[in-house]
């Protein structure tokens, strides 16, 4: 089987005569200087690396669970043809567990004075931002015998937002708005507080919503006909303390808790009412005020990208008073926080009147669904002392929201996947019963 390119050339240099009866320095530089040789030619016609021009392109953000695609040009001006090994190296985040060698690494040939795009497919398990690190290339000769290697500093960042998986509840929850605004042929009649149009008079209305004086002036009895306020402030509370930090499932309670404020903010935004946004545990982690319809959803992911939970017990004192300087018209504060018994008892209740006098106050908690099945598991001496720690759990859980709602705090307790439709739920019932 007759041998080609490297193979052969080390076959042909083993195979020189070596000296028979003892070696010399002669004879092993007689040997050795044609392997040197070509090693010296192979390193002198590979293309250097440090010239190599290098520029991004691409996405610059994804959401979680999303691919994000990050183009890079690679440039040879020198007059030698790159034949290269290419690794692109981004944090392990940026990656799926396991693909990170295939996606990262790639081979590239480049004539002199061309270039090349190469694509890196990163799919980012965590939210945040990714920035790139270094570039390395190993540049071969033609015999693949001896390489040039360097790094070259590429800078390119994906934000990696959150995935707002809730969004296909939007739609049926916007039906149920148009119902209470009256534009679909189902009427809600009496909800609401703010006058809509006179209409006349059938059988069923309520006899209070009759206009006495637009009757006078018409044959036929007239009746006022509501509709849900409009144009309401709702700030929306992201707790980003200690306890936002613990995982329910294979997120954070703080992941559920924005992916319920995105669904919320987005109905919202269509019901004409206005919708602010404030994180914090000891100090602003993040705030968005003022956007517009459009703007607020792109505001709102763009700033939550980035938010991590806090290691440290929230300032409820100081969430309060932040509160209420973003909220200075009476408003419906929606704040995502935890049910457990001590932080509700010694840090939220005592501050809790000053929110409650001047505004509605809606609470929703992230509960985990694997306290439910413990509840019920039977069968051996250890599930029977699993259910009773949970029955315990779930019956503290209760006192401290029945506790809240004598304060006259609505409270939202529910599992990671249905936590988003029912605070969305919630909102609409507070808006129906005119308490917005």
């Known amino acids: 089987m007759a041998l080609t390119g490297r193979a052969a050339l080390l076959a042909a240099l083993g195979s020189l005569p070596v000296g028979i009866w003892e070696p010399s320095w002669t004879g ?23 010239r190599l021009g290098l520029t991004r392109s691409g996405d610059t953000s994804a959401r979680l669970g999303e691919a994000a695609d990050v183009t890079l040009t690679v440039t040879n001006p020198s007059g030698r043809l790159l034949r290269a090994h290419l690794r692109d190296a981004w944090p392990p985040s940026s990656w799926q567990p396991g693909t990170e060698v295939e996606a990262s690494r790639h081979r590239l040939t480049v004539p002199a004075g061309e270039r090349r795009r190469l694509t890196t497919r990163l799919r980012p398990t965590r939210r945040g931002d990714r920035h790139a690190d270094r570039v390395t290339i190993r540049s071969y000769g033609p015999l693949g015998l001896f390489a040039r290697q360097g790094t070259h500093k590429v800078p390119w960042t994906v934000r990696v937002l959150p995935p707002f998986t809730s969004r296909k509840h939007l739609p049926s929850k916007l039906a149920r708005l148009r119902e209470l605004d009256g534009r679909t042929s189902v009427l809600t009649r009496g909800e609401g507080t703010e006058f809509d149009s006179l209409r006349e008079y059938v059988p069923g209305d309520d006899t209070r919503s009759i206009d006495w004086r637009a009757t006078a002036r018409q044959t036929s ?7 849900p306020e409009r144009d309401r402030h709702i700030l929306v509370v992201l707790d980003t303390g200690r306890t936002s930090a613990g995982r329910v499932g294979d997120a954070p309670r703080l992941d559920a808790s924005m992916d319920a404020a995105l669904l919320l903010a987005a109905l919202a935004s269509r019901a004409g009412d206005r919708v602010d946004l404030l994180a914090y545990d000891r100090g602003v982690r993040a705030l968005v005020q003022g956007r517009t319809a459009n703007d607020l959803l792109p505001s709102l992911v763009g700033a939550m990208a980035t938010l991590e939970p806090e290691l440290v017990e929230t300032n409820a004192r100081g969430l309060t008073a ?36 001047r505004h509605t106050v809606l609470l929703a908690s992230v509960a ?10 039977r069968g051996n001496t250890e599930a029977i002392y699993e259910a009773a720690a949970a029955a315990q759990a779930q019956t503290e859980r209760h006192r401290t929201a029945e506790q809240l709602r004598r304060h006259g705090v609505t409270v939202v307790d529910a599992t990671p996947d249905d936590l988003a439709p029912a605070l969305a739920d919630a909102y609409l019932a507070l808006k129906a019963a005119g308490r917005l």
């Open 322 to 357: 932040t509160a209420l300087r973003t909220a200075r018209r009476r408003s419906l504060i929606v704040l995502l926080t935890s049910l457990d018994a001590a932080p509700i008892e010694e840090g939220l209740l005592p501050v809790l009147p000053q929110l409650t006098q």
């Open 28 to 50: 092993i530089l007689a040997v050795n200087a044609p392997l040197a040789v070509a090693c010296a030619c192979d390193f002198a016609l590979a293309a250097p690396v440090r």
């Open 221 to 227: 009895v007239a009746v006022r006909t509501w509709r």
């Open 368 to 377: 985990d669904p694997h306290i439910a099945r413990m509840a019920t598991a």
